[in-house]
């Protein structure tokens, strides 16, 4: 909403300086986003007088005119199709001058001087006019040389507020003069209205008005005015406009817009003549029925649509927008103005629907002031005749099929301390609930009942009253306190996982991901992620409409990104949710997840340089996230149902047999699809299902006595597990062995082609001595034996 | 023998041990070279072996010269690998260590800004006594806007522009306020948690990105008022913004708080005195909140009249872009540049 300070200023009758005002405004509950002062901007721009005009010597379309500042005579070069001869009123921006951002100079065109430059009302951004130079009417009689915002009245402070859906009042400036008078605690009281001329047979007995749906349309005004002449309106109605956003047309639409504007009411105003009968019905629309808007597009409206009929011909969209067949032209005579007040869901359903929103249905939609009828009427007719002529016929037509009355709102004075904290006197409640324009009944001790006015629909409550009385009076004279917190039993388990899985990944050196929840399809495509999923009906992004199943596609996304930009070398985990439908449940199915990519080398030093990550390193990652996370041992099995990891590195990741996700290399033919080198490692767990197998934590028992280890080596086939072994050896080496540790595999020089090397150490120790040669020696031989038998090793 | 001619070469043997030594340089040599000499099969065992062979009264006194002999080795051995060690000291305090490169850096990752940023409120109301709830990002429509009192075909609703699932049903949640409701409906009174999480709008310019972080807290107990709300805030704006800032409270309108207000704080960088990032205002805008609205607690069963409640959001990223300076689009914090992540410490 913009709204301007000299006009303000005058409905409330008293001024504050403009920054001020800003700021009460703010403080009370209407927040004033900008400030612009208007004015300024016109330094050194005047009135002045053509003295004569020429043509230019060698350009076409231009003329040299001498113009009189008051003080002297200047020659300039003018281009506008408009300018006039000697006599004629002109506006001079002078050397010095900014205009349109650029600083007027001394200059010459075509060879001849000019200094200075006749302005548009565009250039000036004071109107939309800019095919011509402003040429200044008789209605001004400043002197030349005049500064033009003195001359033209163009000093304005405009204000944007930021008006919240609760407040419709605040869409106009009666309202936000109410506003002023009652933050500044003095009356407010309307100008006097000069009543219009009145002439011939009077209205009720030249419109009738049927309201159909009185629910859809609780009251329905109108005014007719005959013998109009449509024309522009004078300059100080357009600048008006024009700084409060909203383009002049003709008198009788900038008369409507300014009402708007002024009381919040909108109008709509309708040739007389192009109605099909001097009758007005207010109805829903039929199915199949369609009506051709101001715009000219034809619409085709449902049965919940509410329509204004002339003979049963639609002739406006309720509060929405007007017929093109019936509206304003510049032959129109007669007009018949409509004020009414439509049901805000209603207008809102079809506003939004239609997708046609505009200063009326905006207003609408939040509520008009349904009482407030007769008094836009009285305005807008006298300034009709005013700017326009003619003669309003006798009285207005006014339906209302059920009585509306201010809402009587019970409220106890003594609720606003046990709300706010603080006691606010009963004398001041009074004061500030009648500032608002409600009359108090007393009934009892904390007992009233408030008449709140029809301007205030959202005040329906004790509880809208305490915040009106709160806002009033000031949030910043409550003071602050601290409560007294109970002492409650945690259950933050969730929030809890989340944040110590997270710990373990940093420490694990992987950076955290936060990517966007929504993906595009062919992202989970490409991954084989092929479940249905939750896709959003009104994407930012038409690509990115799918609900992310796995968090691995962010994290491959910002990997690309990251190749694109030169860096090799990534690690980055996320923790967050995958989307997945759930037919039979109200709400798709939320898992939360963590995931891991690792890619390039792992991180060197000057002369060690970091090997290429491969399986073992996001392994690596998966046992110490698995066993922190729940001090359980996992288990990693290759995996054949794992189709975006390269089936030769995919294993599942089970712990205590049950399986929590997947861990490998991302298939080349994922990445190549995404336009990816190959060799990206990936995990994804399934956070509260790794969560479930958490073990509690047992401390083991501690020797003081020395180790003895014994190492063995093993030829092994080259596509042999390892670790089997180990576990192995460890199942036989008897009480003894505490350890095993692979510390070597080889192939290569000195091993058959087809077979490797695979070294282990075998820790014993015993908890009460020092073990003998003779015993190690025992369980180590028997275990080696019974291992290179099960798995036909051969001893290196 | 005569005992004057063993005395003599016994002269003569550690006269020759002290002119080899000093030609030694190892720790090994040295010791070999003793050994040489004192060892059982050395040189003066040999001779001493000839000791039996002396008169009774010329024992003494060769006996004496022997250990004096051995001790003089002794010691010239003992000194000469005493100085040995001295030497090997001095040439390690005079290696050369390059003390300019790079630390050998264990890698640690780094935590997301946003998660830093939203880990330092959390743990400031959990301090507080506020516990931690969590909840759907996919909600119903009842949950994100009925029952936190945005009527359908209600302006409220264009407050906040929402991705849908299908509409007028299910949607990716507005805001985190949706949470207060299900931890009514779940948890027994009193109730105070905060809730974090990410929440989603159709907005996408470069202070607003489709999903964010924000931060939710209720309170509901007998006799919270609104004075309440303002000094757990101020307190935990202090704790975030540090203790010398000025915050202030807005009236404004939320459909779920009545009264509604929003905190600002004064501008952390110009004090108040007017720059670009609080716009000359000389305040910066911090979060929504106010005082559940009793439709709302109606809606979940607890009584207004005897119960009352205020409830805060917060947006996470707008304040991680308060905090850290740089930070010129939203849109970084969801790039996950690992340059960026790299900037911030934890």
Not at chain 1, 754 to 768: H, I
Not at chain 2, 5 to 11: G, H
Request: proline letters at 7%; charged letters at 20%.
């Amino acid at each position: 909403m913009l709204a301007s300070y000299q006009w303000l200023t005058a409905l409330a009758g008293f001024s504050v300086p403009p920054q001020e005002l800003a700021d009460r405004f703010t403080f009370g509950g209407l927040e004033v986003d900008s400030l612009v002062h208007r004015g300024p901007e016109f330094a050194h721009i005047v009135l002045a007088e053509v003295v004569s005009k020429e043509a230019h010597p060698r350009r076409e379309n231009l003329h040299v005119v001498q113009v009189n500042d008051g003080t002297s005579s200047l020659q300039v070069v003018c281009g506008a199709g408009n300018c006039p001869g000697p006599g004629g009123r002109v506006v001079l921006a002078k050397v010095g001058a900014t205009v349109g951002g650029i600083e007027i100079a001394p200059r010459e065109l075509g060879g001849v001087a000019s200094t200075g430059m006749l302005c548009s009302e565009a250039e000036l951004s004071i109107g939309p006019e800019k095919d011509g130079i402003i040429v200044v009417d008789d209605a001004v009689t400043a002197p030349l040389g005049t500064p033009i915002a003195e001359a033209l009245a163009l000093e304005d402070w405009i204000f944007e507020l930021g008006v919240t859906p609760n407040r419709p009042d605040a869409l106009s400036h009666w309202g936000l003069a109410r506003e002023m008078c009652l933050l500044y605690e003095r009356p407010f009281v309307p100008e006097p209205v000069v009543p219009a001329p009145v002439d011939g047979i009077a209205c009720g007995d030249a419109v009738s008005i049927v309201i159909d749906d009185a629910e859809g349309c609780p009251r329905y005004a109108a005014a007719l005015v005959r013998g109009v002449t449509v024309g522009p309106s004078p300059f100080d109605l357009r600048y008006r406009l024009h700084c409060l956003g909203i383009r002049p047309i003709s008198n009788l639409v900038d008369i409507t817009n300014a009402v708007l504007l002024l009381t919040g009411q909108p109008l709509h105003a309708f040739d007389f003549a192009k109605l099909s009968a001097p009758q007005i019905e207010v109805r829903r629309a039929r199915k199949g029925e369609s009506i051709k808007t101001l715009d000219g597009e034809t619409r085709a409206l449902l049965e919940t649509d509410l329509l204004i009929c002339s003979d049963d011909v639609p002739v406006a969209i309720a509060g929405v927008m007007g017929g093109f067949d019936s509206e304003i032209s510049d032959e129109t005579r007669d007009v018949l103005i409509e004020c009414a007040y439509f049901q805000p869901s209603s207008v809102r359903r079809t506003s939004k629907r239609l997708k046609l929103s505009s200063e009326a249905s905006y207003r609408f939609e939040r509520g008009v002031d349904p009482l407030g009828v007769p008094q836009v009427l009285d305005v807008a007719v006298p300034w009709v005749t005013s700017l326009a002529g003619g003669a309003a016929a006798p009285g207005v037509v006014d339906a209302m099929p059920a009585p509306i009355a201010p809402a009587a709102v019970p409220f106890r004075p003594s609720r606003f301390a046990t709300i706010m904290g603080h006691a606010l006197p009963e004398a001041e409640m009074q004061r500030i609930l009648q500032g608002l324009g409600a009359t108090i009944a007393v009934q009892a001790d904390d007992a009233w009942v408030v008449h709140v006015p029809t301007t205030r629909p959202d005040i329906g409550r004790e509880i809208d009253l305490i915040e009106e009385l709160a806002r009033v009076h000031g949030l910043d004279k409550v003071p602050a306190s601290l409560p007294r917190l109970q002492s409650i039993t945690p259950q933050r388990r969730e929030f809890d996982l989340i944040r110590r899985a997270k710990e373990v990944l940093l420490s694990c050196g992987l950076d955290e991901s936060i990517s966007y929840s929504f993906v595009p399809a062919s992202l989970l495509k490409a991954l084989h992620h092929n479940a249905q999923v939750v896709r959003i009906a009104n994407p930012l992004n038409a690509e990115r409409d799918a609900m992310r199943t796995t968090l691995l596609g962010g994290l491959l996304e910002n990997l690309k990104r990251a190749q694109s930009r030169y860096m090799h070398r990534f690690a980055q985990f996320e923790v967050g949710r995958s989307f997945h439908v759930n037919e039979a449940a109200e709400l798709p199915d939320e898992i939360v997840r963590v995931a891991g990519v690792l890619f390039g080398h792992r991180p060197g030093w000057p002369g060690e340089q970091g090997d290429a990550y491969d399986f073992s390193d996001i392994r690596g990652v998966v046992e110490v996230l698995s066993e922190r996370m729940t001090g359980a041992v996992v288990q990693l099995a290759p995996t054949s149902e794992a189709p975006w990891l390269h089936p030769g590195r995919a294993c599942e990741v089970r712990i205590q047999g049950v399986r929590v996700g997947f861990a490998g290399e991302v298939h080349p033919e994922c990445l190549a699809s995404l336009k990816m080198p190959r060799g990206a490692l990936c995990f994804e767990l399934d956070l509260l299902a790794l969560a479930a197998h958490e073990a509690t934590p047992r401390a083991l028992p501690l020797s003081d006595y020395p180790p003895m280890t014994r190492d063995v080596a093993f030829l092994a086939d080259n596509d042999l597990d390892a670790m089997p072994i180990a576990e192995a050896l460890q199942q036989n080496a008897g009480p003894l062995a505490v350890s095993v540790h692979l510390f070597d595999v080889y192939a290569g020089q000195g091993v058959a082609n087809d077979k490797k090397s695979l070294a282990f150490s075998v820790q014993y120790r015993a908890m009460d001595r020092t073990l003998t040669d003779a015993e190690v020696d025992a369980a180590h031989q028997q275990a080696v034996a019974t291992v290179s038998a099960q798995f036909s090793l051969s001893i290196r | 023998m005569d005992p004057q001619e063993i005395i003599a070469q016994l002269r003569a043997l550690t006269d020759g041990f002290e002119r080899q030594l000093s030609g030694l340089e190892s720790e090994q040599s040295i010791r070999e070279h003793q050994a040489a000499f004192l060892s059982k099969k050395g040189s003066l065992a040999q001779l001493q072996a000839l000791l039996g062979k002396l008169p009774q009264e010329s024992r003494k006194e060769v006996g004496a010269a022997f250990n004096e002999a051995k001790q003089r080795i002794a010691s010239q051995a003992h000194d000469a690998l005493t100085a040995l060690a001295k030497q090997a000291e001095a040439a390690y305090l005079q290696q050369y260590t390059d003390l300019s490169l790079p630390g050998r850096r264990p890698t640690i990752g780094h935590l997301h800004p946003l998660s830093i940023v939203l880990y330092d409120i959390v743990d400031v109301f959990v301090s507080m006594g506020f516990d931690v709830a969590l909840g759907p990002e996919i909600e119903t429509d009842l949950y994100n806007f009925e029952k936190l009192n945005f009527p359908a075909d209600h302006p409220a609703r264009d407050m906040q522009d929402t991705l849908f699932i299908e509409e007028g049903k299910t949607l990716l949640r507005t805001h985190t306020s949706p949470v207060q409701v299900r931890t009514m409906l779940q948890r027994p009174l009193p109730i105070q948690v905060v809730a974090p999480g990410a929440v989603y709008r159709r907005d996408d310019d470069p202070t607003h990105s489709p999903m964010f972080f924000q931060v939710e807290g209720l309170l509901v107990d007998k006799g919270v008022h609104f004075g309440h709300l303002k000094g757990v805030l101020d307190a935990f704006l202090h704790q975030v913004f540090g203790a010398d800032v000025t915050t202030r409270f807005r009236p404004s309108f939320f459909p779920f708080t009545e009264p509604s207000a929003e905190a600002d704080i004064q501008c952390i960088v110009c004090r108040g005195k007017g720059c670009r990032l609080c716009s000359q205002t000389g305040w910066i805008e911090i979060l929504g909140c106010g005082m559940v609205d009793p439709n709302v607690l109606a809606g979940v069963g607890i009584d207004p009249e005897v119960y009352t409640g205020f409830a805060f959001g917060l947006g996470v990223d707008r304040i991680a872009m308060l905090r850290y300076e740089g930070i010129t689009s939203i849109k970084l914090f969801y790039e996950n540049d690992p340059r960026f992540l790299g900037c911030f410490a934890r």
